[in-house]
């Protein structure tokens, strides 16, 4: 496709294919509602991420947001750095400016995760330098079912099994937001092939040492099997919906528990010794929150050990998430663990 054609799609929100118009519409129904000056999108090079710039350059065609484009390259492969470069030649194609912003701490183990959370470190704090509070990224509708499967192979509950949101802060402070979470991901390359040609792709989303990878080969054989991908995806809209009404409980059982001191959470012992298990699970993961900002909830099989530890009568003290638990009075208290 042309460059001259490309650009009349940006212009006109892909009105020359229904498929795509709609995602746009829908794309931009969710930012006008959202209704910021000014949005971070995390860009990796892969056809999802350049969907999501497609998208994000059509829509200031309509609305004079403020898009600041920005790649981290976490120097993990040889050839990261050619790759950034890559990205940013074909970015600039299209007058959009890439930010590459490198990672320079050592990801040994835990790859896939730690490079995430790290990821998402370097984002929220170039958005503060910024003074942009909104993250956009390209999730997408098989990343949601993938991390549903994910969860479920580690005996997840209702709040793992629910995914991710549309919503959610990092540090308290950024909202990460996933526009793309109902779109299906050959949609987004069509997309970035349309738009800009060609599109990355991640040699490590092959790598069948990852658990993500074992559960994205599932897809065909699933579907063969006339399990949709949609179908599971809808049954993750009701899980997250039964949440949400929990999460009002939860969130007053919170307030009436939990106690910040200082550098210290106290939560009242003989209350907590009252709560069902699974209270007791979400209580001790916004506990350890509040106190090291984490962005994700600790397994909840460590949870579970956890509880059991401070079940037993003669519990002194144990440590979870870098924080130490440990009795005081009548208080079960938690303080950051020094290293």
């Known amino acids: 496709m042309s460059k001259k054609n490309s650009s009349v799609n940006l212009k006109n929100g892909f ?22 000056k000014n949005y971070i999108v995390a860009v990796s090079g892969g056809p999802d991420s350049l969907g999501l710039v497609a998208l ?3 829509y200031t065609f309509h609305k004079k947001s403020k898009f600041y484009y920005v790649l981290v390259d976490h120097n993990i492969r040889k050839n990261s750095d050619l790759e950034a470069k890559q990205v940013k030649k074909l970015l600039k194609k299209k007058k959009i400016n890439l930010r590459v ?26 958005s503060k330098k910024i003074k942009c509070r909104t993250i956009l990224t390209a999730h997408n509708l098989e990343d949601q079912v993938e991390t549903f499967f994910i969860r479920l192979s580690r005996g997840s509950g209702l709040k793992g099994l629910s995914a991710m949101k549309h919503l959610t802060k990092i540090n308290n402070q950024v909202n990460l937001y996933r526009p793309l979470l109902g779109v299906k991901k050959k949609f987004l390359i069509k997309i970035s092939k349309n738009v800009f040609g060609i599109y990355l792709k991640d040699p490590s989303n092959k790598n069948i040492k990852f658990l993500r990878t074992k559960v994205r080969n599932l897809k065909k054989p699933l579907e063969k099997s006339g399990i949709k991908y949609e ?54 993961n916004e506990s350890i929150r509040k106190l090291k900002k984490n962005y994700y909830d600790i397994r909840s099989k460590k949870v579970d050990n956890l509880i059991k530890n401070i079940d037993k009568k003669d519990f002194k003290k144990t440590t979870l998430g870098g924080c ?16």
């Open 56 to 58: 994000t350059k059509a």
């Open 231 to 284: 179908q599971i995806y809808r049954s993750i809209q009701h899980l997250s919906s039964s949440k949400a009404i929990l999460d009002v409980h939860f969130n007053k059982i919170f307030k009436s528990l939990i106690k910040k001191v200082s550098k210290s959470i106290l939560i009242d012992f003989k209350k907590y010794k009252e709560l069902h298990n699974d209270t007791k699970i979400a209580l001790l």
């Open 324 to 339: 130490i638990f440990f009795k005081n009075g009548q208080n079960l208290c938690l303080k950051v663990e020094k290293l």
């Open 15 to 36: 009105d020359d294919n229904r498929n795509l118009s709609k995602i746009f519409l829908d794309f931009k129904k969710k930012l006008d509602k959202l209704n910021k």
């Open 101 to 126: 912003i490198l990672n320079k701490k050592k990801i040994t183990k835990n790859i896939q995760a730690e490079a995430r959370n790290i990821r998402y470190d370097l984002l929220a704090n170039y």
